[in-house]
């Protein structure tokens, strides 16, 4: 399994930027599929941003053209940077590493979005 630790979450007004970081503990660059989900006090966890081993990204439709993920092989590390931040952006997110032999989970950071 690989450790996950993610960090840069913080208190920020509406339509301000934030950049997470998800370190892992060892190579990223053949794990298949690493993502971003958040939960919300009260509801269910849901995809953000994900990014396949080759590049390809998938974004939930309500961060589309604000939410970009991106990564560092070299650093193993992949990033969230949010941009336009909303109130209703307000959640827990959290890094996972998905491939057929592992599923991780880091511990997640807070984002809160003042109005």
């Known amino acids: 399994q690989v450790q996950l630790v993610e960090s840069g979450g913080g208190l920020v007004q509406a339509g301000g930027s934030l950049r997470l970081s998800c370190a892992a503990s060892?190579?990223?660059?053949?794990?298949?599929?690493m993502a971003w989900y958040r939960q919300a006090p009260g509801k269910q966890r849901e995809l953000v941003a994900s990014?396949?081993?080759?590049?390809?990204?998938n974004y939930a439709g309500s961060v589309k053209g604000r939410f970009t993920i991106f990564r560092d092989n070299a650093k193993n590390t992949v990033y969230l940077q949010m941009n336009s931040l909303k109130p209703e952006d307000t959640a827990r997110y959290l890094c996972?590493?998905?491939?057929?032999?592992?599923?991780?989970w880091g511990q997640g950071t807070q984002v809160t979005v003042s109005s």
């Open positions: 060892a190579s990223i660059s053949s794990i298949s599929l």
């Open positions: 996972n590493a998905w491939s057929s032999w592992m599923n991780s």
């Open positions: 990014m396949t081993s080759d590049g390809s990204t």
